[in-house]
């Protein structure tokens, strides 16, 4: 079946520092692929999404590549700040199971960053 | 702020009691996704409704129940409850079940078994 992997965290950086945060995927044909954020108390955000290979998702200074050829969707973000410290999901949506939209995640990578 | 609306936000009962989970989507969203959060099984699917019909199963115990409204709101029902029961609850929402339409996500709420 599908599944998703992503990084183990905490990831911890300091303020302005570059993230990276891992995400690879299995699922049969082309899935649409996204990024939710959840913060402390909080429900899960739509961080990004991209629906086709080598589409780019961006959003508030993040972004992610849709790498068909690596079954990669690595988020990144060139200077973090304390506000983004956060639990991080990468998510998927198989088009094999028509009517059936349930993403598919990963276990979440929680990123610290420090002033 | 999602647009998704789920009561109550937390919950607190004992083992063998039942409750239900109350999630209003988001304005003009006929599918509605179930979610359970824990810390050994991460996030898992439970359930899909689209306009008021059961779409799709997920990993949801028989204990478990729930529908979707005329109106379009969605209600959880967990029975016989146990320790394990313990969880944070989503309900998401989207437009249809296009596989490129976002799902859109509550608070959630957080059930404690005691």
């Known amino acids: 079946g599908d599944s998703v992997t992503q990084m183990e965290g905490p990831v911890t950086l300091s303020e302005e520092a570059f993230l990276t945060i891992n995400c690879t995927y299995t699922a049969t044909g082309y899935p649409s692929l996204f990024w939710y954020v959840q913060y402390p108390g909080e429900g899960l955000q739509l961080l990004l999404k991209?629906?086709?290979?080598?589409d780019k998702g961006s959003n508030k200074g993040f972004e992610a590549t849709y790498r068909k050829e690596t079954t990669s969707f690595h988020l990144e973000k060139g200077s973090v700040q304390v506000s983004d410290s956060a639990v991080y999901f990468c998510?998927?949506?198989?088009?094999?199971?028509?009517?059936?939209?349930?993403?598919?995640f990963g276990s979440g990578t929680r990123l610290q960053v420090q002033p | 702020d999602s647009g998704v609306t789920q009561t109550p936000k937390h919950l607190i009962t004992a083992t063998g009691q039942r409750v239900t989970l109350r999630c209003s989507p988001r304005s003009g969203d006929l599918s509605v996704y179930w979610y359970q959060q824990s810390l050994d099984q991460g996030l898992q699917f439970l359930i899909q409704y689209y306009n008021g019909e059961e779409r799709a199963k997920g990993n949801i115990l028989e204990r478990f129940s729930a529908q979707q409204f005329p109106d379009l709101h969605s209600e959880l029902n967990l029975s016989s409850l146990e320790l394990g029961d313990s969880a944070l609850y989503f309900c998401a929402s989207s437009v249809g079940t296009g596989l490129r339409q976002p799902q859109h996500f509550g608070d959630g709420t957080r059930l404690s078994i005691l």
């Open positions: 991209a629906t086709k290979a080598d």
């Open positions: 998510a998927l949506t198989s088009p094999m199971d028509t009517g059936r939209r349930a993403l598919t």
